[in-house]
């Protein structure tokens, strides 16, 4: 069965989201950034990692579930099939990946903004990143005005990609998604979702978990 493996908090929530949604037997294993584990199926220590029982290896939150939906079209999870459909899901798995999830970076890590050690250079980075996501998450709501998810065709990959960072902006943005009431019903009704429950659970659980029917 194929091999996910996640930290807690990261956007590899994705994926395992996806295997769920996917219903097909699965492992996630739980990892810490950098350990020797991670290290030895990803050099770049970095996660999510997808591993294939052929011991074929995927990185990239964007690629792993873009194969994931090809890999089970039964799940319905690409978004739709047609050229325009797919160049959609693409659209939106690049606007997540280089615009929303690049933008809590400077709210994470400021450090990495700026050469001055100071702790105000360092709100100041925060807070640039702030606005940052708050451009994007405007963005994302006017788009979601009348949908219930991002693509047209339903319920898809693209919406478990962006729940991590929907689950991000509640605890990072000064007035959380208190602003966007289109993203903020997404988030709730991925949040409820029994298959999203299970994952959450799985993730904050102690040691390994495998997923089989």
Known sequence: MPTLYYAVGACSL???????????????????????????????????????????????????????AHKHPEAMLAGGNDLRAKAEAHRWSAFLTSDV?????????????????NDAARKAVSAAGQQLVAKQFAMLDRHLDGREYILDGGRSVIDAYAFPMMRWAKKLLPGQLNEYPNVQALHDRIAADPAVQRVLAREHAPGHEKRAD
């Not at 999830?101 to 050690?117: C, E, G, K, L, V």
């Open 101 to 117: 999830h690049a933008a809590f970076w400077p709210i994470f890590m400021p450090s990495r903004y700026t050469t001055d050690t």
């Open 14 to 68: 994705a994926p395992h989201i996806a295997l769920e949604w996917i219903g097909k037997p699965y492992e996630a294993v739980k990892v810490q950034y950098g350990s020797d584990e991670l290290l030895a199926v990803n050099p770049a220590g970095a996660v999510p990692t997808l591993r294939e029982d052929d011991g074929w290896l995927l990185t990239q939150a964007g690629a792993i579930l873009d194969y994931l």
